[in-house]
Protein backbone atom coordinates (compact mmCIF):
# COMPACT_ATOMS: atom_id res chain seq x y z
CA UNK A 1 0.00 0.00 0.00
CA UNK A 2 1.31 3.20 -0.84
CA UNK A 3 1.80 5.30 2.44
CA UNK A 4 0.30 9.08 3.01
CA UNK A 5 2.13 12.05 3.93
CA UNK A 6 0.82 15.46 4.97
CA UNK A 7 2.59 18.03 2.97
CA UNK A 8 2.50 21.73 3.54
CA UNK A 9 1.56 23.11 0.84
CA UNK A 10 1.33 27.68 0.00
CA UNK A 11 -2.11 28.68 -2.08
CA UNK A 12 -0.92 26.84 -4.66
CA UNK A 13 -1.69 23.30 -3.95
CA UNK A 14 1.65 22.44 -5.80
CA UNK A 15 3.71 24.59 -3.95
CA UNK A 16 5.21 22.40 -1.48
CA UNK A 17 8.27 24.32 0.53
CA UNK A 18 8.36 22.54 4.39
CA UNK A 19 12.53 21.55 4.80
CA UNK A 20 10.86 18.69 7.27
CA UNK A 21 8.55 17.24 4.41
CA UNK A 22 11.62 17.69 2.17
CA UNK A 23 13.89 15.52 3.94
CA UNK A 24 11.16 12.79 4.56
CA UNK A 25 10.44 13.23 0.72
CA UNK A 26 14.12 12.35 -0.28
CA UNK A 27 14.41 9.50 2.36
CA UNK A 28 11.37 7.63 0.92
CA UNK A 29 13.04 8.27 -2.21
CA UNK A 30 15.94 6.99 -1.33
CA UNK A 31 14.32 4.22 -0.21
CA UNK A 32 12.56 3.54 -3.46
CA UNK A 33 9.27 3.43 -1.59
CA UNK A 34 6.11 5.82 -3.73
CA UNK A 35 4.01 8.29 -0.99
CA UNK A 36 1.11 10.10 -2.02
CA UNK A 37 1.11 13.48 -0.77
CA UNK A 38 -1.83 15.41 0.34
CA UNK A 39 -1.66 19.64 0.31
CA UNK A 40 -2.03 20.77 4.09
CA UNK A 41 -1.68 24.51 5.15
CA UNK A 42 -0.43 25.85 8.39
CA UNK A 43 -4.11 26.21 10.49
CA UNK A 44 -5.67 23.18 9.30
CA UNK A 45 -4.61 21.38 12.47
CA UNK A 46 -7.69 19.25 12.99
CA UNK A 47 -6.81 17.74 9.32
CA UNK A 48 -3.94 15.79 11.21
CA UNK A 49 -5.24 15.67 14.90
CA UNK A 50 -5.44 12.06 14.29
CA UNK A 51 -1.45 12.31 14.59
CA UNK A 52 -1.52 13.75 18.04
CA UNK A 53 -0.10 17.02 16.71
CA UNK A 54 -0.05 19.45 14.74
CA UNK A 55 3.10 19.57 12.37
CA UNK A 56 3.80 17.95 9.22
CA UNK A 57 4.87 15.89 8.02
CA UNK A 58 2.42 13.26 9.37
CA UNK A 59 2.62 9.76 7.54
CA UNK A 60 0.40 6.93 7.39
CA UNK A 61 1.64 3.59 6.70
CA UNK A 62 -1.27 1.18 6.50
CA UNK A 63 -2.55 1.37 9.85
CA UNK A 64 0.43 3.42 11.71
CA UNK A 65 1.22 7.01 11.81
CA UNK A 66 4.15 8.57 12.21
CA UNK A 67 4.61 12.48 12.46
CA UNK A 68 8.20 14.09 13.16
CA UNK A 69 10.44 14.16 10.34
CA UNK A 70 13.61 12.47 12.68
CA UNK A 71 11.24 9.75 13.58
CA UNK A 72 9.52 9.19 10.53
CA UNK A 73 13.54 8.96 9.38
CA UNK A 74 14.08 6.09 11.87
CA UNK A 75 10.39 4.88 11.28
CA UNK A 76 11.50 4.52 7.58
CA UNK A 77 15.08 2.94 8.55
CA UNK A 78 13.40 0.39 10.47
CA UNK A 79 10.87 -0.93 8.26
CA UNK A 80 12.93 -1.02 5.11
CA UNK A 81 16.25 -0.76 6.19
CA UNK A 82 18.07 -0.98 2.58
CA UNK A 83 19.21 1.34 1.12
CA UNK A 84 20.64 2.67 4.12
CA UNK A 85 19.40 6.15 5.50
CA UNK A 86 22.28 6.30 7.86
CA UNK A 87 24.38 3.23 7.81
CA UNK A 88 25.07 1.23 11.28
CA UNK A 89 27.60 1.70 14.23
CA UNK A 90 27.56 5.71 15.35
CA UNK A 91 25.98 6.69 12.42
CA UNK A 92 22.70 7.45 13.16
CA UNK A 93 24.11 9.33 16.32
CA UNK A 94 26.10 11.19 14.64
CA UNK A 95 23.85 12.44 11.91
CA UNK A 96 21.24 13.54 15.18
CA UNK A 97 24.04 16.48 15.57
CA UNK A 98 23.54 17.51 11.89
CA UNK A 99 20.13 17.80 12.41
CA UNK A 100 19.86 19.41 15.57
CA UNK A 101 22.83 21.88 13.82
CA UNK A 102 20.40 22.24 11.01
CA UNK A 103 17.65 23.56 13.23
CA UNK A 104 19.49 25.64 15.28
CA UNK A 105 21.69 27.61 12.47
CA UNK A 106 19.96 26.53 9.20
CA UNK A 107 15.85 27.15 10.08
CA UNK A 108 16.31 30.46 11.71
CA UNK A 109 19.40 31.66 9.39
CA UNK A 110 16.58 31.02 5.98
CA UNK A 111 14.13 31.86 7.87
CA UNK A 112 15.15 35.69 8.21
CA UNK A 113 16.08 35.62 4.15
CA UNK A 114 12.68 34.22 2.87
CA UNK A 115 9.55 34.51 5.56
CA UNK A 116 8.17 37.56 3.86
CA UNK A 117 8.10 35.71 0.79
CA UNK A 118 6.57 32.59 2.54
CA UNK A 119 4.10 35.01 3.55
CA UNK A 120 3.74 35.88 0.38
CA UNK A 121 2.69 32.70 -1.16
CA UNK A 122 0.96 30.96 1.89
CA UNK A 123 -2.51 30.08 1.61
CA UNK A 124 -4.76 33.45 2.53
CA UNK A 125 -6.45 31.48 5.45
CA UNK A 126 -2.72 30.92 6.41
CA UNK A 127 -1.67 34.45 7.21
CA UNK A 128 -2.41 35.71 9.84
CA UNK A 129 -1.32 33.24 11.90
CA UNK A 130 1.87 32.62 9.83
CA UNK A 131 2.53 36.67 10.49
CA UNK A 132 1.67 36.51 14.21
CA UNK A 133 3.74 33.26 14.92
CA UNK A 134 7.14 33.89 12.78
CA UNK A 135 7.43 37.68 14.12
CA UNK A 136 6.94 36.52 17.60
CA UNK A 137 9.63 33.80 17.44
CA UNK A 138 12.13 36.06 14.97
CA UNK A 139 11.21 38.87 16.81
CA UNK A 140 10.74 40.92 13.75
CA UNK A 141 8.19 42.28 11.70
CA UNK A 142 8.82 40.38 8.19
CA UNK A 143 9.23 43.93 6.16
CA UNK A 144 11.80 44.51 8.25
CA UNK A 145 13.62 41.16 7.66
CA UNK A 146 12.92 41.49 4.39
CA UNK A 147 14.59 44.82 4.39
CA UNK A 148 18.15 43.67 6.12
CA UNK A 149 18.13 40.25 4.30
CA UNK A 150 21.22 40.54 2.49
CA UNK A 151 23.05 40.92 5.50
CA UNK A 152 21.09 38.05 7.17
CA UNK A 153 22.16 36.14 4.35
CA UNK A 154 26.03 36.84 4.62
CA UNK A 155 25.89 35.95 8.03
CA UNK A 156 23.45 32.58 7.21
CA UNK A 157 26.48 31.80 4.62
CA UNK A 158 28.92 31.94 6.80
CA UNK A 159 27.23 29.32 8.94
CA UNK A 160 27.40 26.99 5.99
CA UNK A 161 31.08 27.19 7.08
CA UNK A 162 30.80 23.47 8.50
CA UNK A 163 29.49 21.59 5.29
CA UNK A 164 31.66 23.54 3.28
CA UNK A 165 34.44 22.30 4.89
CA UNK A 166 33.26 18.06 4.62
CA UNK A 167 32.54 18.53 0.79
CA UNK A 168 36.55 19.39 0.32
CA UNK A 169 36.93 16.13 1.10
CA UNK A 170 33.55 14.46 0.32
CA UNK A 171 31.14 14.41 -2.04
CA UNK A 172 27.90 14.37 0.81
CA UNK A 173 27.27 14.32 4.13
CA UNK A 174 27.04 11.14 4.25
CA UNK A 175 30.66 10.35 2.71
CA UNK A 176 30.50 8.74 -1.19
CA UNK A 177 26.76 8.83 -1.55
CA UNK A 178 23.55 10.42 0.19
CA UNK A 179 22.58 9.87 3.60
CA UNK A 180 19.87 11.22 5.64
CA UNK A 181 22.66 14.26 6.41
CA UNK A 182 22.20 15.07 3.11
CA UNK A 183 18.49 14.91 3.07
CA UNK A 184 18.12 16.92 6.02
CA UNK A 185 20.33 19.92 4.88
CA UNK A 186 19.15 19.73 1.10
CA UNK A 187 15.59 19.86 2.60
CA UNK A 188 16.58 23.54 4.15
CA UNK A 189 17.66 24.74 1.41
CA UNK A 190 14.61 23.30 -0.54
CA UNK A 191 12.69 25.05 1.72
CA UNK A 192 14.43 28.05 0.54
CA UNK A 193 14.42 27.48 -3.28
CA UNK A 194 10.90 26.51 -3.51
CA UNK A 195 9.29 29.53 -2.06
CA UNK A 196 11.28 32.08 -2.63
CA UNK A 197 13.35 33.31 -5.56
CA UNK A 198 16.09 35.12 -2.69
CA UNK A 199 19.27 33.72 -3.85
CA UNK A 200 20.44 31.62 -0.57
CA UNK A 201 23.91 30.73 -1.39
CA UNK A 202 26.14 32.94 -4.36
CA UNK A 203 27.05 31.01 -7.47
CA UNK A 204 30.49 30.35 -6.69
CA UNK A 205 29.81 28.14 -3.39
CA UNK A 206 30.65 24.63 -3.20
CA UNK A 207 27.63 24.15 -1.13
CA UNK A 208 25.38 25.12 -3.87
CA UNK A 209 27.15 22.41 -6.15
CA UNK A 210 26.17 19.64 -3.61
CA UNK A 211 22.66 20.71 -3.69
CA UNK A 212 22.53 20.91 -7.35
CA UNK A 213 23.52 16.89 -7.27
CA UNK A 214 21.34 16.15 -4.35
CA UNK A 215 18.48 17.95 -5.90
CA UNK A 216 19.34 15.57 -9.45
CA UNK A 217 19.31 12.41 -6.94
CA UNK A 218 16.33 10.21 -6.73
CA UNK A 219 15.21 11.02 -11.11
CA UNK A 220 15.62 15.08 -10.15
CA UNK A 221 12.93 14.96 -7.15
CA UNK A 222 14.03 18.16 -5.65
CA UNK A 223 15.13 19.65 -9.67
CA UNK A 224 11.61 19.49 -10.41
CA UNK A 225 9.41 20.57 -8.23
CA UNK A 226 7.67 23.88 -8.51
CA UNK A 227 9.16 26.92 -7.45
CA UNK A 228 7.31 30.21 -6.31
CA UNK B 1 56.17 -0.58 21.04
CA UNK B 2 54.53 2.31 22.26
CA UNK B 3 53.82 5.35 20.56
CA UNK B 4 55.16 8.86 20.88
CA UNK B 5 53.37 11.76 20.51
CA UNK B 6 54.90 15.61 20.73
CA UNK B 7 52.08 17.15 23.07
CA UNK B 8 51.38 21.22 23.65
CA UNK B 9 52.79 22.28 26.77
CA UNK B 10 53.27 24.98 28.63
CA UNK B 11 56.26 26.57 30.53
CA UNK B 12 55.54 23.97 33.03
CA UNK B 13 55.79 20.98 30.72
CA UNK B 14 53.17 18.71 32.75
CA UNK B 15 50.58 21.10 31.75
CA UNK B 16 48.84 19.69 28.46
CA UNK B 17 46.33 21.95 26.97
CA UNK B 18 46.50 21.37 23.11
CA UNK B 19 42.55 20.45 21.98
CA UNK B 20 43.43 18.57 19.20
CA UNK B 21 46.37 15.99 21.30
CA UNK B 22 43.51 16.28 23.85
CA UNK B 23 41.22 14.70 21.00
CA UNK B 24 43.89 11.92 20.35
CA UNK B 25 44.64 11.31 24.13
CA UNK B 26 41.42 10.14 24.78
CA UNK B 27 40.94 8.23 21.24
CA UNK B 28 44.16 6.19 22.28
CA UNK B 29 42.69 5.85 25.44
CA UNK B 30 39.27 4.66 23.67
CA UNK B 31 41.78 1.50 21.94
CA UNK B 32 43.38 0.65 24.86
CA UNK B 33 46.86 1.93 23.63
CA UNK B 34 49.39 3.58 25.55
CA UNK B 35 51.37 6.52 24.46
CA UNK B 36 54.56 8.33 25.52
CA UNK B 37 53.97 11.87 25.37
CA UNK B 38 56.78 14.92 24.62
CA UNK B 39 56.42 18.11 25.81
CA UNK B 40 56.73 20.02 22.89
CA UNK B 41 56.22 24.29 22.81
CA UNK B 42 54.63 26.55 19.77
CA UNK B 43 57.81 27.77 18.65
CA UNK B 44 59.79 24.24 18.67
CA UNK B 45 58.60 23.79 14.49
CA UNK B 46 62.02 21.92 13.70
CA UNK B 47 61.63 19.65 16.74
CA UNK B 48 58.77 18.12 14.55
CA UNK B 49 60.16 18.50 11.02
CA UNK B 50 60.37 15.26 10.43
CA UNK B 51 56.56 15.15 10.13
CA UNK B 52 57.08 17.81 7.37
CA UNK B 53 54.52 19.96 9.09
CA UNK B 54 54.93 22.12 11.64
CA UNK B 55 51.63 21.65 13.87
CA UNK B 56 51.26 18.98 17.04
CA UNK B 57 49.64 16.56 17.96
CA UNK B 58 52.49 14.26 16.04
CA UNK B 59 52.25 10.68 16.88
CA UNK B 60 55.35 8.20 15.74
CA UNK B 61 54.91 4.09 15.62
CA UNK B 62 57.54 2.30 14.82
CA UNK B 63 58.61 3.74 11.57
CA UNK B 64 55.16 5.54 11.31
CA UNK B 65 54.50 9.25 11.52
CA UNK B 66 51.16 10.57 11.44
CA UNK B 67 50.04 14.35 11.98
CA UNK B 68 46.84 16.12 12.01
CA UNK B 69 44.51 15.16 14.97
CA UNK B 70 41.72 13.76 12.80
CA UNK B 71 44.31 11.78 10.36
CA UNK B 72 46.09 10.26 13.56
CA UNK B 73 42.12 9.24 14.31
CA UNK B 74 41.82 7.42 10.79
CA UNK B 75 44.97 5.83 11.12
CA UNK B 76 44.64 4.41 14.98
CA UNK B 77 40.95 3.65 13.62
CA UNK B 78 42.78 1.79 10.36
CA UNK B 79 46.03 0.01 12.66
CA UNK B 80 43.45 -1.02 16.04
CA UNK B 81 39.85 -1.22 14.43
CA UNK B 82 38.83 -2.23 17.85
CA UNK B 83 37.10 -0.72 20.14
CA UNK B 84 35.55 1.51 17.35
CA UNK B 85 36.34 5.26 17.40
CA UNK B 86 33.49 5.54 14.51
CA UNK B 87 31.77 2.50 13.61
CA UNK B 88 30.86 1.48 10.34
CA UNK B 89 28.52 3.20 7.57
CA UNK B 90 28.51 6.59 7.20
CA UNK B 91 29.50 7.34 10.85
CA UNK B 92 32.68 8.62 9.96
CA UNK B 93 31.25 10.59 7.16
CA UNK B 94 29.04 12.48 9.52
CA UNK B 95 31.83 12.54 12.62
CA UNK B 96 33.55 15.01 10.00
CA UNK B 97 30.74 17.21 9.76
CA UNK B 98 31.38 17.49 13.65
CA UNK B 99 35.27 17.84 13.44
CA UNK B 100 34.66 20.81 11.31
CA UNK B 101 31.50 22.79 13.54
CA UNK B 102 34.40 22.26 16.51
CA UNK B 103 36.78 23.52 14.53
CA UNK B 104 34.36 26.91 13.02
CA UNK B 105 32.52 27.45 16.02
CA UNK B 106 33.84 26.23 19.66
CA UNK B 107 37.64 26.91 18.01
CA UNK B 108 37.28 30.56 18.12
CA UNK B 109 34.60 30.63 20.88
CA UNK B 110 36.90 29.01 23.70
CA UNK B 111 40.03 30.94 22.22
CA UNK B 112 38.29 34.42 22.74
CA UNK B 113 37.63 33.59 26.21
CA UNK B 114 41.08 32.19 27.46
CA UNK B 115 43.24 33.52 25.05
CA UNK B 116 45.22 35.60 27.60
CA UNK B 117 45.02 32.79 29.98
CA UNK B 118 47.14 30.89 27.52
CA UNK B 119 49.79 33.38 26.93
CA UNK B 120 50.45 33.55 30.76
CA UNK B 121 50.93 29.92 30.78
CA UNK B 122 52.97 29.48 27.39
CA UNK B 123 56.63 28.96 27.79
CA UNK B 124 58.27 32.36 27.73
CA UNK B 125 60.30 31.34 24.11
CA UNK B 126 56.78 30.97 22.90
CA UNK B 127 54.88 34.19 24.28
CA UNK B 128 55.83 36.66 21.02
CA UNK B 129 54.88 34.32 18.78
CA UNK B 130 51.96 33.64 20.54
CA UNK B 131 50.87 36.89 20.96
CA UNK B 132 51.73 38.03 17.49
CA UNK B 133 49.45 34.76 15.88
CA UNK B 134 46.69 34.76 18.14
CA UNK B 135 46.15 38.52 17.63
CA UNK B 136 46.41 38.83 13.72
CA UNK B 137 43.96 35.41 13.92
CA UNK B 138 40.64 37.02 16.50
CA UNK B 139 41.19 40.50 15.13
CA UNK B 140 42.31 42.01 18.68
CA UNK B 141 44.50 42.26 21.50
CA UNK B 142 44.54 39.75 24.21
CA UNK B 143 44.20 42.37 26.74
CA UNK B 144 40.80 43.26 25.11
CA UNK B 145 39.58 39.79 24.49
CA UNK B 146 39.71 38.83 28.59
CA UNK B 147 38.10 42.00 29.09
CA UNK B 148 35.16 41.27 27.41
CA UNK B 149 35.53 37.87 27.54
CA UNK B 150 32.04 37.16 29.82
CA UNK B 151 30.12 38.65 26.32
CA UNK B 152 31.98 36.05 24.47
CA UNK B 153 31.20 32.85 27.03
CA UNK B 154 27.50 34.29 26.15
CA UNK B 155 28.01 33.81 22.29
CA UNK B 156 29.80 30.36 22.89
CA UNK B 157 27.79 28.60 25.45
CA UNK B 158 24.60 29.44 23.02
CA UNK B 159 26.43 28.13 20.12
CA UNK B 160 26.81 24.74 21.71
CA UNK B 161 23.12 24.33 21.31
CA UNK B 162 23.39 21.66 19.08
CA UNK B 163 25.45 19.48 21.65
CA UNK B 164 23.13 20.14 24.53
CA UNK B 165 19.97 18.85 21.93
CA UNK B 166 21.34 16.19 21.15
CA UNK B 167 22.24 15.21 24.80
CA UNK B 168 18.91 15.27 25.93
CA UNK B 169 18.33 12.19 23.80
CA UNK B 170 21.87 10.12 24.20
CA UNK B 171 24.03 9.97 26.98
CA UNK B 172 27.31 10.67 24.15
CA UNK B 173 27.42 12.49 20.90
CA UNK B 174 28.51 8.75 19.63
CA UNK B 175 24.80 7.76 21.20
CA UNK B 176 25.35 4.88 24.16
CA UNK B 177 28.92 5.13 24.29
CA UNK B 178 31.70 7.51 23.67
CA UNK B 179 33.39 7.81 19.43
CA UNK B 180 35.68 10.18 18.04
CA UNK B 181 33.27 13.13 17.85
CA UNK B 182 32.82 13.03 21.95
CA UNK B 183 36.95 12.54 21.98
CA UNK B 184 36.78 15.84 19.49
CA UNK B 185 34.17 17.88 21.71
CA UNK B 186 35.44 17.16 25.29
CA UNK B 187 38.96 17.70 23.72
CA UNK B 188 37.96 21.43 23.19
CA UNK B 189 37.08 21.95 27.06
CA UNK B 190 39.97 20.34 27.92
CA UNK B 191 41.66 23.10 26.46
CA UNK B 192 39.69 25.53 28.46
CA UNK B 193 39.93 23.09 31.45
CA UNK B 194 43.75 22.57 32.10
CA UNK B 195 44.95 26.24 30.85
CA UNK B 196 42.19 28.81 32.39
CA UNK B 197 40.32 29.00 35.67
CA UNK B 198 37.59 30.44 33.69
CA UNK B 199 34.29 28.64 33.79
CA UNK B 200 33.46 28.31 29.56
CA UNK B 201 30.59 26.33 31.29
CA UNK B 202 27.54 27.24 33.65
CA UNK B 203 27.05 25.08 36.19
CA UNK B 204 23.32 23.97 35.35
CA UNK B 205 24.59 23.20 31.50
CA UNK B 206 24.12 19.93 30.51
CA UNK B 207 26.91 19.76 28.34
CA UNK B 208 28.97 20.43 31.42
CA UNK B 209 27.64 16.69 33.04
CA UNK B 210 28.37 15.23 29.75
CA UNK B 211 32.14 16.71 29.62
CA UNK B 212 32.13 15.42 33.18
CA UNK B 213 31.47 12.22 32.60
CA UNK B 214 34.07 12.01 29.60
CA UNK B 215 36.78 13.57 32.02
CA UNK B 216 35.95 9.82 33.94
CA UNK B 217 36.17 8.05 31.20
CA UNK B 218 39.36 5.77 30.28
CA UNK B 219 40.36 5.89 33.90
CA UNK B 220 39.42 9.37 34.49
CA UNK B 221 42.36 10.63 31.82
CA UNK B 222 40.39 13.66 31.79
CA UNK B 223 39.31 15.02 35.50
CA UNK B 224 43.17 13.93 36.62
CA UNK B 225 44.93 16.01 34.07
CA UNK B 226 47.06 19.02 35.69
CA UNK B 227 45.47 22.53 35.35
CA UNK B 228 46.42 25.77 35.00
Known amino acids: ?17 SPYCWSV ?50 YLEETHPEPALFGTGA ?50 SLEQLHADRDQHAGVFRASLGPVRSVLKTQPF ?13 AGMLMWARCASRFPMLTDDDSVGTWFGRMMDQYGGLGRSAKVA
Do not use: N
Request: hydrophobic fraction near 45%; charge should be neutral; aromatic fraction near 10%.
Open 91 to 140: ACAHALFIRHWADAVMVPGIARCIVRDIWEIADPRDKPYFRETREAWLGS
Open 1 to 17: MTMMMHDLAGADADLRF
Open 25 to 74: KFALAHKGLSVETIPWRFTEKAVIAFSGQKLVPVIRDGERVVSDSWKIAE
Open 173 to 185: LGGTSPTYADHMV
